[in-house]
């Protein structure tokens, strides 16, 4: 079993910042990448960063610039610093991993919400 669990999000103004984070519990023997995803009301759920295990990292092109995704693997904690954020960057954020275990898997945590207030 394996558990991804978020933390981080809220209520915040326009222009402010949140550090969303991630941590994953239960038999890993590794994991491979680490993201983040979020999907607001009547959109579809889209990738907003990843890294991999060797700490590359991609991000959509409209946080770019504003949100870093970072990761402890000593923890198997993702992190996910938003800064300037916009109104556009509501939605529930969820964690995603790709793990193995007695075989590989891809996990989901339950997401948490991020609204931001113009």
């Known amino acids: 079993q394996v558990h991804l669990v978020e933390s981080g999000g809220g209520l915040v103004q326009a222009g402010g910042s949140l550090r969303l984070s991630c941590a994953a519990s239960?038999?890993?023997?590794?994991?491979?990448?680490m993201g983040w995803y979020r999907q607001a009301p009547g959109n579809r759920r889209e990738l907003v960063a990843v890294?991999?295990?060797?700490?590359?990292?991609n991000y959509v092109d409209s946080v770019k610039g504003r949100f870093t995704i970072s990761r402890d693997n000593a923890k198997n904690t993702v992190y996910l610093q938003m800064n300037s954020l916009e109104p556009e960057d509501t939605a529930v954020y969820y964690c995603n991993a790709k793990i193995v275990t007695s075989s590989f898997g891809e996990y989901w945590g339950k997401g948490t919400l991020v609204t931001v207030s113009s």
């Open positions: 239960g038999s890993i023997f590794s994991i491979n990448s």
């Open positions: 890294i991999t295990n060797r700490g590359s990292t």
